[in-house]
């Protein structure tokens, strides 16, 4: 009996409840957050952002993923040190991928004159 007793209590304390408005909440700014992108990428042209898409995008991105993450993973809730840890990935993988795409303009020009009769994806596949 003690044993049920004592696993019931464990759930209850690691267990994070959130109002059913909050979760909605979440789940519409999601949606509309995603909306959102795919306007933004149909309209591209029509809002002239030019090369400043890609920074909308990860933004965007970006606030989806920390929704996400505070709520649905109930790190709002979690210990300080988890947080640090969880936040400190988050931001080095933001980093990687920023840097990375950072010089993605750089060699546009170089992909699209290239012959596609000789692009390496033809080569691997089409043959």
């Known amino acids: 009996m003690s044993h049920n007793s004592q696993h019931s209590e464990d759930h209850a ?4 409840p959130m109002p059913v408005w909050m979760m909605l909440a979440v789940f519409v700014a999601l949606v509309s957050l ?3 992108t795919v306007i933004m990428s149909e309209l591209t042209e029509a809002l ?3 090369q400043w898409e890609l920074w909308v995008s990860m933004g965007i991105a970006t606030v989806k993923a920390l929704l996400v993450i505070f709520f649905f993973m109930h790190v ?3 210990k300080s040190f988890n947080r640090l840890m969880f936040f400190s990935s988050f931001l080095f993988a ?3 991928i920023a840097l990375t795409l950072l010089d993605s303009y750089q060699y546009q020009d170089d992909i699209s004159s290239f012959p596609v009769s000789e692009r390496p994806d033809r080569l691997v596949g089409g043959q």
């Open 13 to 16: 304390y690691f267990s994070h």
């Open 94 to 96: 933001a980093l990687f």
């Open 48 to 50: 002239m952002i030019g």
């Open 76 to 78: 709002l809730y979690d």
């Open 34 to 36: 995603t909306v959102l």
